[in-house]
């Protein structure tokens, strides 16, 4: 953690720094509030230690989330982003979930050039574009996002190079990205022993995040390892690195594509006994308007992550796919089918770590002025995760989660 916060720390000496000359300053301050009323029928969460795959098992009334975003213009070339969340439940209840510099000169040249610096996530998402890394279509994310929302954050910086279409009179823009990074060694802990999850609740800088206490996992005899890790911990001082590629046709096609791997020392381990992961993945993920009122959304993950002398190695893989269908200027419906698995290649039989399953969501909203939108959502699970056994829990499990929330944007 002090790799991480003396990268903060530089973030915020580079723009006090006399060395740039800034214009004046423009803020732009843009915030989402939601808070509803649900309904469930889950295992216990496992934001509460429990084998859950959902955010809550609890019903009636709700605080969802507060975010607030402040995009702030420091120059024509220097601009920052500031996220703050704010929650009921998990670790922490309020707090940073990216903080970043972005420096983009103004260049007459074709192929144009911007770098990132700080704490943020690898544009890797069709799915999660509302400001505060929300989606504009659900309140329940994707098995894929839900996991990156827990683990994944780059506190480094990102250098990426980019050509528009229409200054060469050609229907297609490409953006390539190289991001070097540390501070995030434990990411694939969380689905290597609960498994995906299904939710739209974001880490924080510093947060601690939950699992279930299975006895494979905390034994002394076993992995020795808490029943908890901090996702954003720097445990080697190796450097990861993540390449991406956007490719975009008129503004009708996306597709993105990555390749992350966090070149982790598998055998690093610190006083807590955390262990660093080495973990590695490709991401596929695409986005198409057919017309003005139908689009569609998907996304493919495959990867693996290993810990220790062949402790815990597992290969994932997760996918999802969502149509979305404007009906008028102020009301769209949105439906999403998940699928996600884990399966386990390591050397102990006694910390089971197979996991599977698929997901449903649907949902409505509608806006009942710019500013306020209420919406509804369904959510159906059907997962099996072998290790629930060890706390007499059947590992097939269906769960279920109804919402209807209230939502103001400032």
Known sequence: MQFVNSLLLTCVLFFSSDKVAFAQVHHQVDAIFQAGVAASDAQKSFLESGTGSLRSNRGGLRWQQAIVQIESDWSSSFSSEVMLNGYSD??????????????QPIISSRVKYRLRLGMFYPELSVENTDIGWLSPDSYTHSAINSWFGEELRIFGIEASVFQGGRKRASAWSWDAKLGLYKGNDPLGSVIAWRGFSSHDRQSLFAERLEFAPYPSVISPEVIDHPAWVEPFSELDSRVGAYLGLHLRYLRRTQIKYYYYDNFANPNSVNSQRLYAWRTKFHSIAVQHQVNK??????????????????????DYQAAFAQILLQLTKRSKVSTRVDVFDVNERDIIPEDPNNSHGSALTLNYKYALTDSISIGSELHLSKNRAVNRLQLNIAPSQTEKAALVILEYRY
């Open 293 to 314: 009122s139908l689009a569609f959304k998907a996304q493919i993950l495959g990867g693996s992550t290993l810990m220790g002398e062949n402790f815990v190695h597992v």
């Open 90 to 103: 998990g670790h922490k209840h309020l707090g940073l979930s990216q903080a970043f510099l972005k420096y």
